[in-house]
Structures are given as C-alpha cells and as structure tokens.
C-alpha cells in the first residue's frame, strides 16, 4: 500500500489482494512479478508464497489480505486510488465473498475514487449483479494488441459509471478500436530490460482515435530500460486528460 504513487495515473495504491498468473502477452514481462520476487527475498511477510513457475513466479501467489481492508477508511483526505497494482481482483483465485468485501469497502468510502484494472473482465460480468457499483468505482481492462480487443466488448456489459481501457504495454496497432461506452484511454510503452518496442504510430492512432470518440487520452510513457528513460511528450506536448465521470 502505498500514500503516494509513481504511477503518473493515480495518487496511491491499494492492495487487497497480491499475486496473479500471466495470461497474455502483455503479462510477459509483468513488473508485479519481479517485485514480488524482491519482497519475497526482503522477508516481506504478503510474498513469502510462490505462484505456479508455470505462470507466476516466487512471492507471486494469489492471496487475500484481510488486514488491509481498513486502509481507506484511514486515509481521511479524498485520494484518487488504483486498486491491486500487485495483483487483479477478479483473478479466479480470490475469493467471491472478499471481492464483496473489497467493493464494501469502496461504496462506504465515497471520498475516495478507485481505479480497478482488469485482465479478467469476464468474472466482472459473472458478479456484476452481486456488486454494488458506487460511481466512485471505475474499471478498467488491459488491451495491449488486438487480439486483447474481446475484453471491451464484456467491459461494456459490467454497470460501472466509468469505464478505461490501459493499453500498457502497448504491443500492436489498435487501428479502429471501437472506444462507444468508455470513458479514458492509457497507453504507454513498456519498461525494463527486456521491454519491447512502441511505435509511435500506434500511440497516435489511440490518441486520434480519443479524440474522435470524444475520450479523455492520457499517454503515460514511452518506455526503455527504465519507465522514464524517454519520458512522456508526444508530438511536443503531455497528454494527460481524465476522464468526466457519468451517472452510473
């Protein structure tokens, strides 16, 4: 949990949950996984359990953190929160009754606004109806290429009042992506040793596409070997629009 957050999108984090499973391609080089390795190795208590090498790794097994319910209810100040930057709260080994829980917490904090982001919008469908859905609750979906683009079409179906997509890493034109119901876009390069590529035409096909469907464009980074190594402007400006929320 972290008051304070680098990440350009948020001001602080929230974690529930910790550990998850690659899915797709945008998981390969998973920057969650490689931290949850040095925490494990630190003796931080929440990454002492291994996932699957298969598709996690050391520190990174899915677990539940009842101790860190309470968190926003301390924070007094409204804070803009991304929810499980360290996990996905809809991975299908986290429980249905501590997502309630987790959503409880969300709906009894109204000062707070919570970004959740999800690889695994086809549960968020399954609970949609067992959920409430405050209007200070977003959610979001990671489409990193176009075979991704499926996982729009199930965000659309969840009752949320405000709806994102984070195209990080972006891998591959989403030329045409069809943006009807949502609300903000992210796209961003990859960072880290192994990062891949972004071609700056399929940024500014995202942003044209934005601008088109009249959805707020925020362009997080170009990505390298270090998140900032070549920093953020795009065509010789910052794109960091928000969204405007609508009733749910």
Not at 94 to 101: G, N
Request: hydrophobic fraction near 35%; proline fraction near 8%; glycine fraction near 8%.
């Amino acid at each position: 949990m972290a008051d304070g957050s680098g990440i350009e999108w948020t001001e602080a984090t929230w974690n529930p949950t910790t550990g998850c499973d690659r899915i797709s391609a945008g998981c390969d080089n998973c920057y969650a996984l490689t931290l949850a390795k040095r925490l494990k190795a630190m003796g931080n208590p929440k990454y002492q359990e291994d996932g699957d090498p298969r598709t996690s790794g050391p520190g990174f097994a899915v677990q539940e953190h009842p101790s860190a319910l309470d968190i926003p209810y301390r924070w007094s100040a409204p804070r803009l929160i991304f929810v499980n930057s360290m996990s996905d709260l809809f991975h299908a080994k986290v429980s249905t009754p501590f997502i309630q829980e987790v959503f409880r917490v969300m709906e009894e904090t109204p000062r707070h606004t919570y970004q959740l982001l999800t690889k695994r919008p086809r549960r968020a469908v399954r609970l949609a109806s067992h959920l409430p859905w405050p209007s200070n609750v977003w959610l979001g979906v990671s489409v990193e290429s176009e075979g991704q683009l499926g996982r729009l079409d199930e965000l659309r179906q969840v009752p949320v009042a405000t709806r994102f997509v984070s195209a990080e890493p972006l891998l591959g034109s989403l030329a045409g992506i069809d943006l009807n119901g949502i609300h903000w876009l992210i796209a961003g390069g990859e960072s880290g040793p192994n990062h891949r590529q972004l071609d700056p035409a399929w940024v500014r096909e995202l942003r044209d596409s934005c601008r088109e469907q009249g959805v707020a464009f925020f362009f997080k980074q170009w990505g390298g070997t270090r998140p900032k190594s070549n920093g953020r402007e795009l065509d010789g400006r910052l794109w960091d629009e928000m969204p405007v929320p609508t009733p749910a």
